[in-house]
């Protein structure tokens, strides 16, 4: 059984929330918590509001138990990038790219199910 979870247009760049997504791939839903809770990389409560509601997801399938969830797969997109100008010296401007990323968990029950 797999339940999935999408986080769009996250106002974070994916290289750092790749960072994030590393350290919790193939690990205990309990495990995967404690890490983002504990974590000082600020896209991890990002990434952690995609992990429950990939766990809300799967506990919506009978007979599963989330102690028995594992975060099988995770993987960042990039997403639109907002393009904005900042004022320089001299009457000149500068760009300055916003990139955005796409979050996605798949969150897997293994052993018995209840």
């Known amino acids: 059984?797999?339940?999935?979870?999408?986080v769009k247009y996250a106002r974070i760049t994916p290289s750092k929330a790749r960072r994030v997504i590393e350290m919790i791939r193939g690990r205990q839903i309990d495990e995967a918590r404690r890490i983002l809770r504990f974590s000082p990389?600020?896209?991890a409560k990002t990434v952690e509001k995609a992990l429950n509601s990939a766990v809300a997801n799967a506990e919506q399938q009978p007979g599963v138990a989330p102690q028995n969830l594992v975060v099988e797969r995770a993987w960042v997109d990039e997403?639109?990038?907002l393009k904005r100008w900042r004022p320089r010296a001299?009457?000149?401007a500068t760009k300055v790219f916003k990139r955005t990323s796409h979050?996605?968990?798949v969150v897997t029950s293994l052993g018995e199910e209840e």
């Open 79 to 81: 997403g639109p990038t």
């Open 103 to 105: 979050i996605t968990l």
């Open 1 to 6: 059984m797999q339940a999935k979870a999408t």
């Open 90 to 92: 001299y009457g000149r």
């Open 41 to 43: 990389l600020g896209a």
